[in-house]
């Protein structure tokens, strides 16, 4: 199934954090936050304005982002698990 986002909204695949800590300790499940990097997978058109002009995502497929923690809407496709998420909620792009 293809998912196309609706105007400013993006899809994000969360990123897996490290199990084990700098010095070697070993992170259990439990204990574990859930990350707030995550790839960009699909992106909408951009948001409208009340005049009617498109304003332009700043983030492409392919992105690597970090978002606030509570963000997005949580949907499981073919399996795997992804954020739907406004365009807003992306606090910056991880550039390498």
Known sequence: ???K???DRVLVKRLEEEEKTK???I???TAKEKPIKGEIMAVGPG???DDGKRI???VKVGDKVMFSKYAGTEVKIEGEEYLIMREDDI???IEN
Do not use: F, Q, Y
Request: charged fraction near 20%; glycine fraction near 10%.
């Open 1 to 3: 199934m293809k998912l």
């Open 91 to 93: 606090v910056a792009i």
């Open 27 to 29: 992170i259990p499940d």
């Open 56 to 58: 332009e995502m700043s």
């Open 23 to 25: 010095g070697g300790i």
């Open 5 to 7: 986002p609706l105007h």
């Open 47 to 49: 948001r409208l304005t």
